[in-house]
């Protein structure tokens, strides 16, 4: 995360908010950057992939 996306952010708010909610915004922010490079560089499962994992591991 950079500096101009933290003011970015800070512009968006309203003159008075919380601190938790700058938070949150900050923090949905970052891990949204992080899928996109998971994404980028291939970390990532097909529905398949996951269904597979998940009847594997718990079935009925």
């Known amino acids: 995360m950079t500096k101009t996306q933290v003011i970015e952010t800070l512009d968006q708010l309203p003159e008075e ?3 938790e909610e700058l938070l949150d915004k900050l923090i949905l922010i970052d891990k949204i950057q992080e899928a996109e490079k998971d994404i980028a560089e291939g970390r990532v499962y097909t529905l ?3 269904r597979t994992f998940f009847m594997d591991k718990w079935p009925k």
């Open 17 to 19: 908010f919380n601190l």
């Open 48 to 50: 398949n992939e996951v």
